[in-house]
């Protein structure tokens, strides 16, 4: 067996497309892909895939009708919920769950629902669950230079130099490693202001499957894929480095 | 056979057709099935002639060309500016047992009939990737050729301390002389790391911060647009990334800037990559729907 993947992240694409496919109601897309969301991650966690991150909600979504930025809000909170109780995934599984992003952006009750979440399953240590809201890279980014800078003033340091270690670390995603490989469902090949900076090395796997759809061979495919392309990685990755170190 | 249209005592090398092996064809690969037959010239002297004709004839593709765009294309929805990974000019060679440089000299041909392709059909902006500074092999001979499109910018970003001085000087001298023109501007990425070009617009944000130019609360997204290195033209963010020979990854090009970049990522090799493939890429970003995270409309 090859190696595997680490950390797998996951851009849920196509929820509102398979509603439109089968005559759903509007929201009803999201709560078939809330079930793909499970068997993927019970697939991530079997297989040993020891981190997980879903970009669940961005920014961006905020434009969206307002009808349907409530009612993905109320999903949420009903999902949070869920997850802190006993018999819910992240528990059989031994998951700390992060909620990454800008929360302050949240309503009350959902960013309250997921601070709760996240103290609830504090203790878990068998495997990670990024969920991604209010969340976007370049905010992410920007997030992370506005507290590097404030710290070095701070710690009144005559030369505020930034550096990689520095910015890393304010990072709201500096809860996980790297992702080794992004999945986006439903044909669509872009990252949408997701993980831009961790994605720099990543694999990249665009299925045109959409997500609510999502099965087993599509998550094998991945990891095969991800497997014969990680030879070159590690012959590329090492002249790459040399190009990352120099400049730090 | 075909022939360069050119008189040369070389004879010229036959590249045969190389069909993809099969690989599962999801919406990202190419379509395209048959490549067509391209002679390479294996010698420095028939690509040298090729230049005489350029600079003889007078003819510059960026001179208002309005040529016909191939069927299913729209010039409205161009993208404004394209990124492309030049990757595979090493496979490339090795597959035909030719050295390196054969694989190189090959690529900067693919690059000179893109840029070609890029000026008349409308788009704006180029940035291309070279995974190493060996791709230029005569650094002064391309330098000069890019030199004598006519209203073509120059701008070149990444670390070039590293390259030799000479080099450094010519890429200076040439992006002084054509700074001014703004019919198409071609960005050459040079040793150039994505986190890297982040890491130091923070150090320039955190030394303004310093010097009281900005304040804490002041710094946001587009204050680090513009201390990125594309900061040298007016359109930072690519609409097409392409690259080619099958990876399926950035490999720290442009990070912030993709940020909703279409991704189009081909099987053909660099040196394989001509005017078809190209024109397949436009098709399917001009096919794709741009939500930026919006409703679909």
């Given at each position: 067996?090859?190696?595997l993947p680490n950390h797998i992240a996951f851009?849920m694409?196509?929820?509102?497309?398979?509603?439109?496919?089968?005559?759903?109601?509007?929201?009803?897309?999201?709560?078939?892909?809330f079930l793909a969301v499970t068997s993927m991650l019970k697939f991530c966690y079997e297989l040993g895939v020891r981190n997980v991150t879903i970009?669940a909600?961005?920014?961006?979504?905020?434009?969206?009708?307002?009808?349907?930025?409530?009612?993905?809000?109320?999903?949420?909170?009903?999902k949070i919920e869920g997850l802190i109780k006993d018999e819910s995934i992240v528990n059989c599984y031994g998951v700390r769950v992060y909620f990454v992003?800008?929360?302050?952006?949240?309503?009350?009750?959902?960013?309250?629902?997921a601070?709760r979440a996240m103290l609830a399953t504090a203790k878990n240590s068998k495997a990670v669950l990024s969920i991604?809201?209010?969340?976007?890279?370049?905010?992410?980014?920007?997030?992370?230079?506005?507290?590097?800078?404030?710290?070095?003033?701070?710690?009144?340091?005559?030369?505020?130099?930034?550096?990689?270690?520095?910015?890393?670390?304010?990072?709201?995603?500096?809860v996980a490693p790297?992702p080794d490989i992004?999945i986006?469902?439903?044909?669509?090949?872009?990252?949408?202001?997701?993980?831009?900076?961790?994605?720099?090395?990543?694999?990249?796997?665009?299925?045109?499957?959409?997500?609510?759809?999502i099965g087993l061979?599509?998550f094998l495919?991945?990891i095969?894929?991800?497997?014969?392309?990680?030879?070159?990685?590690?012959?590329?990755?090492?002249?790459?480095?040399?190009?990352?170190?120099?400049?730090? | 056979?075909?022939?360069?249209?050119?008189?040369?005592?070389?004879?010229?090398?036959?590249?045969?057709?190389?069909?993809?092996?099969?690989?599962?064809?999801?919406?990202?690969?190419?379509?395209?099935?048959?490549?067509?037959?391209?002679?390479?010239?294996?010698?420095?002297?028939?690509?040298?002639?090729?230049?005489?004709?350029?600079?003889?004839?007078?003819?510059?593709?960026?001179?208002?060309?309005?040529?016909?765009?191939?069927?299913?294309?729209?010039?409205?929805?161009?993208?404004?500016?394209?990124?492309?990974?030049?990757?595979?000019?090493?496979?490339?060679?090795?597959?035909?047992?030719?050295?390196?440089?054969?694989?190189?000299?090959?690529?900067?041909?693919?690059?000179?009939?893109?840029?070609?392709?890029?000026?008349?059909?409308?788009?704006?902006?180029?940035?291309?990737?070279?995974?190493?500074?060996?791709?230029?092999?005569?650094?002064?001979?391309?330098?000069?050729?890019?030199?004598?499109?006519?209203?073509?910018?120059?701008?070149?970003?990444?670390?070039?301390?590293?390259?030799?001085?000479?080099?450094?000087?010519?890429?200076?001298?040439?992006?002084?002389?054509?700074?001014?023109?703004?019919?198409?501007?071609?960005?050459?990425?040079?040793?150039?790391?994505?986190?890297?070009?982040?890491?130091?617009?923070?150090?320039?944000?955190?030394?303004?911060?310093?010097?009281?130019?900005?304040?804490?609360?002041?710094?946001?997204?587009?204050?680090?647009?513009?201390?990125?290195?594309?900061?040298?033209?007016?359109?930072?963010?690519?609409?097409?990334?392409?690259?080619?020979?099958?990876?399926?990854?950035?490999?720290?090009?442009?990070?912030?800037?993709?940020?909703?970049?279409?991704?189009?990522?081909?099987?053909?090799?660099?040196?394989?990559?001509?005017?078809?493939?190209?024109?397949?890429?436009?098709?399917?970003?001009?096919?794709?729907?741009?939500?930026?995270?919006?409703?679909?409309?």
């Open positions: 067996m090859g190696p851009i694409d196509g929820n509102r497309r398979y509603a439109k496919k089968l005559n759903l109601i509007d929201g009803a897309g999201h709560k078939v892909g970009y909600f961005s920014i961006d979504n905020f434009k969206r009708s307002p009808e349907e930025v409530q009612s993905l809000m109320e999903l949420m909170q009903e992003g800008n929360l302050k952006l949240l309503s009350e009750p959902v960013r309250l629902a601070e991604c809201v209010a969340y976007t890279s370049t905010n992410e980014i920007v997030n992370a230079v506005e507290e590097s800078v404030e710290e070095k003033i701070e710690h009144h340091e005559s030369e505020p130099l930034i550096k990689l270690v520095d910015i890393e670390k304010h990072m709201y995603m500096a790297d992004i986006r469902t439903s044909g669509e090949a872009r990252l949408s202001n997701f993980l831009l900076w961790q994605s720099a090395f990543c694999y990249l796997y665009s299925p045109s499957v959409l997500w609510p759809e061979r599509h495919w991945a095969l894929n991800f497997q014969r392309h990680h030879s070159y990685l590690n012959k590329k990755g090492e002249q790459l480095q040399h190009l990352l170190q120099d400049g730090f | 056979m075909l022939s360069l249209g050119v008189n040369s005592p070389i004879p010229n090398t036959l590249v045969p057709l190389i069909l993809n092996p099969s690989r599962p064809k999801t919406r990202l690969f190419s379509s395209v099935s048959l490549r067509k037959l391209r002679v390479k010239a294996s010698s420095a002297e028939v690509a040298f002639k090729e230049e005489e004709k350029y600079s003889n004839e007078g003819v510059s593709p960026t001179r208002g060309l309005s040529e016909e765009l191939p069927p299913g294309l729209s010039r409205e929805a161009m993208p404004k500016h394209v990124a492309v990974i030049m990757d595979g000019n090493a496979r490339w060679a090795r597959q035909r047992g030719l050295p390196s440089s054969e694989g190189h000299q090959a690529g900067v041909q693919s690059l000179r009939e893109l840029i070609e392709l890029c000026c008349k059909w409308g788009i704006k902006v180029l940035t291309v990737f070279a995974f190493s500074y060996d791709n230029w092999v005569r650094p002064k001979v391309e330098v000069d050729f890019l030199m004598s499109l006519e209203g073509i910018r120059i701008s070149v970003i990444g670390d070039s301390s590293k390259l030799p001085t000479n080099l450094q000087k010519l890429i200076r001298d040439a992006e002084e002389a054509t700074k001014e023109n703004s019919n198409f501007q071609l960005i050459v990425a040079v040793s150039y790391s994505g986190k890297y070009d982040i890491i130091q617009a923070c150090k320039g944000i955190a030394q303004k911060v310093k010097e009281g130019v900005v304040e804490l609360d002041d710094i946001d997204e587009t204050l680090v647009e513009q201390e990125l290195e594309t900061n040298c033209t007016d359109h930072p963010y690519p609409d097409l990334l392409i690259r080619t020979s099958g990876e399926l990854r950035v490999s720290n090009f442009l990070l912030w800037q993709l940020a909703y970049t279409e991704f189009f990522f081909v099987q053909p090799l660099w040196p394989d990559f001509g005017k078809d493939e190209f024109v397949d890429a436009l098709t399917a970003f001009q096919k794709r729907q741009r939500r930026y995270g919006g409703r679909d409309s």
